[in-house]
């Protein structure tokens, strides 16, 4: 693997830049791997890269009908934060957090993480005292988080139209908070785990299971059969459909999110505004771009693409906060395919078949899930057993009524 540094960067351009190797091998599958992870997206490479580095499995393939990070991982809008309500969303989100602080460094790769903050709008005097609950459960779960008065938002980001048909009355930041950029973590993942051995094979859909005895054997893929010993789903937006076919029933909705970027501006925005009354939250990416997200399509669909009414609704809540956006041209616009479970939580950790794994769930928020999901589903797998983390999102938590329901809790749910 090369090493990335200032130093390299030099050595190199004397040679043109001709000397860089690829990033990641482009390995041909082989018909038996010890773990077979099937979703080439930021939770399956992490896990790969976790079970390949801190438990020592070397025998991993992780399978991908399309290019990796083609999912919702090279699709979001970029958000880190562990300004989670319940202590068990806390612990985990901060873990994942902490993790995101020291990435770059760990994966050698630029991950582009800037904790900019990331502030909650409150529009009336109610809404901030629930902000204020929510600061306080934070506080008490050992994660920063301060609420803000009208003057501070406006030394803030005095681009926000405090009086505007929403009068905004103040809000809560947590500053350890921040944007990252979506592919770079994606690409980091993927090239450290293949340089510690990991098949990343990209073209390569699971079609179906081999099961025996309570067992997987084997996929079905369109380039031929694998088997392993276990195998784990990190397939957002397509959690069910691949359940479904080892003979399993997700209490997952799939539903499309969108997002969209609009023309270059010089900066005017230093922090990650978002506000669950008016139901928009936006950013500025380094390349000047004002990021714009909201809410799900208000149906369910596996159709990677949003329709006008959110986009229209997104917009305009944006609009609502800062009027001269208004005549900013949007450049872009996309959608991706997010899994809901029932309490807004993932689902993660051992499935009712014996050796099938599970991530799924993430929502419209497991980009800044990433790390953790990764590094505790690998433990998960390695050890057969749940990681601590985990044991509060199994599946069985349906059954049991010990749901988690964060989106109802905090707010909101990116
Ligand atoms: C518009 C938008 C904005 C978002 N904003 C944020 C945000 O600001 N912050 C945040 O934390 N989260 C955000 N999210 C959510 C976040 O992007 C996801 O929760 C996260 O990326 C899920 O990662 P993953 O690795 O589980 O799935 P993905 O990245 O979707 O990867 C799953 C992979 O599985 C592959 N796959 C599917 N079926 C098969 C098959 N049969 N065989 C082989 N491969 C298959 C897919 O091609 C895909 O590459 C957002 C999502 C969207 C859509």
């Known amino acids: 693997m090369n090493s990335y540094s200032g130093f390299s960067l030099v050595r190199h351009s004397l040679r043109g830049h001709r000397g860089w190797r690829r990033a990641w091998r482009n390995p041909q599958p ?13 939770h399956g490479l992490a896990t790969a890269y976790y079970l390949a580095g801190k438990h020592g499995v070397r025998k991993i393939a992780v399978l991908e009908k399309g290019y990796l990070g083609g999912g919702n991982s090279g699709r979001n809008t970029q958000v880190c934060r562990s300004n989670y309500f319940y202590p068990e969303s806390a612990a985990f989100y901060e873990h994942s957090l902490k993790l995101f602080e020291s990435l770059s460094a760990d994966l050698n790769f630029n991950i582009m993480f800037s904790q900019r903050g990331c502030l909650e709008l409150s529009h009336s005097l109610e809404e901030l005292e629930m902000n204020r609950r929510w600061a306080t459960a934070m506080t008490m779960n050992g994660i920063d988080s301060e609420v803000l008065g009208r003057e501070e938002i406006h030394k803030l980001a005095p681009i926000l139209d405090l009086d505007c048909r929403f009068p905004i009355v103040g ?52 380039r031929g ?8 789903l990190c397939v957002a937006g397509h959690s069910s459909v691949l359940a479904a076919m080892a003979g399993l029933r997700l209490p997952i909705e799939s539903i499309a999110l969108q997002a969209m970027v609009t023309e270059p501006l010089k900066p005017v925005l230093h922090t990650v505004v978002g506000s669950a009354a008016i139901h928009a939250y936006i950013s500025q990416s380094d390349r000047g771009e004002i990021v714009i997200g909201g809410g799900a399509e208000p149906f369910n669909s596996y159709a990677q693409r949003g329709g006008i009414p959110a986009l229209r609704d997104n917009a305009s809540a944006v609009v609502e906060l800062i009027p001269s956006f208004s ?19 993932p689902i993660v950790g051992k499935s009712p078949v014996e050796n099938l794994y599970l991530s799924t769930g993430w929502g419209t928020g497991g980009f ?45 749910a990116h």
């Not at 908070?177 to 990343?200: K, Q, T």
């Not at 059969?225 to 784990?232: D, E, K, L, V």
């Not at 900013?328 to 479970?341: E, K, P, T």
């Not at 990681?387 to 059954?399: G, K, M």
């Open 30 to 42: 082989k018909p038996h791997y010890d773990v077979v992870i099937i979703g080439a997206g930021g």
């Open 171 to 222: 809000g809560s930041i947590q500053r350890r908070a921040g944007i990252s950029r979506h592919d770079a973590v994606v690409w980091a993942y993927a090239r450290a785990a293949s340089a510690l051995g990991v098949d990343i094979i990209q073209d390569c859909e699971v079609l179906g299971f081999e099961s025996g005895s309570g067992r997987i054997e084997g996929v079905k893929t369109n």
């Open 327 to 345: 005549r900013l041209r949007i450049m872009r616009q996309w959608a991706g395919i997010c899994d809901i479970s029932p309490d807004s939580s």
């Open 368 to 412: 800044k899930a990433i790390p953790a999901g990764g590094d505790t589903l690998a433990y998960t797998i390695a050890c057969d057993r749940p990681h601590q983390l985990l044991q509060p999102f199994s599946l069985d938590r349906f059954a049991t009524g010990r749901l988690i329901d964060e989106g109802a809790a905090a707010g909101v």
């Open 225 to 232: 059969m694998i088997h392993a010993g276990q195998f784990a």
